[in-house]
């Protein structure tokens, strides 16, 4: 929060105007764009889609207070080399889950996949693979998880349980793609913006940075690529 304050001063500072709105409709106009929310409608000739993704989150009681703790966590490109010598589970909804998993491995020496669906089914050949990498398949599934002080217990049918200092769900997300499609952006097979190497779609005037892409989803990248659309507007709006 204290860096989104400063950033938000920073901008004021350069004459940015910062609205704190829910944006309800993006729509193609004479010589731009126009954006709709509850409260007024703002014009502009180019757009800088930055809406990230919805990711799905896991049933895990008090979630808020796992999450300020550390006991949940979401990304381990982010955070993985904090987790060292911890008991971690990853949450799966489908194989794709064990890639987490085997990633985490580098860091710690005890990590169990956890199925949070009957339907999360791994092949023959993605468990030799898990037992090759030390990674422990739990067959149950998880009736609940809740946070017990700083770590989070997870229940299973006959009364078992088990715990762990951090889970990282691996559920899925889906990118906030919807207002671009819409105007008949490109996307991925997923709902990922397809962009050029000046960040724009294939929409003139709409560019878009950070997880709505397809790719890394961090906050570094993000930047970098938030860099690469103000420029090429920046010059865009100079021959206009």
């Known amino acids: 929060m204290e860096l ?27 010589g731009g764009f126009a954006v709709r929310s509850a409260s007024l409608t703002l014009h502009a000739r180019t757009v ?9 989150e896991p049933q895990v009681d008090n979630l808020a207070e796992a999450v300020a703790c550390g006991a949940v966590r979401y990304c381990p490109i982010c955070d ?27 860091y710690s020496d005890d ?8 339907a999360c089914v791994l092949s023959q050949d993605q ?39 951090i889970v990282y769900p691996c559920l899925g997300s889906a990118p906030r793609s919807d207002f671009a499609a819409a105007l ?16 724009q779609t294939n929409i003139p005037g709409l560019y878009a940075a ?6 890394l989803d961090q906050i570094a990248t993000a930047c970098g690529q ?3 659309a103000a420029t090429a507007i920046h010059n865009r709006l100079r021959q206009l």
């Not at 950070?210 to 790719?215: K, S």
């Open 4 to 30: 989104h304050r400063r950033m938000s001063r920073q901008a004021e500072r350069y004459g940015s105007r910062l609205v704190v709105e829910r944006a309800e409709a993006l729509t193609q106009i004479c």
């Open 48 to 56: 800088i889609l930055a809406t990230g993704v919805a990711v799905t």
């Open 226 to 228: 938030g860099a690469t």
């Open 80 to 106: 993985g080399l904090e987790t060292g010598g911890k008991r971690i589970a990853v949450l799966g909804s489908k194989g794709a889950s064990l890639g987490e998993a085997i990633f985490l491995r580098t």
């Open 127 to 165: 468990r030799e693979d898990a037992a090759r990498n030390g990674i422990r398949l739990e067959e149950r599934l998880p009736e609940a998880i809740e946070l017990v002080g700083d770590q989070l217990l997870v229940r299973f049918a006959n009364s078992e349980s088990d715990w762990f200092n």
């Open 111 to 118: 990590i169990t996949l956890l199925r949070a669906t009957q």
């Open 210 to 215: 950070g997880d709505v892409l397809e790719g």
């Open 184 to 199: 008949g952006a490109d996307t991925t097979a997923t709902g990922g913006l397809l962009v050029d190497s000046r960040q």
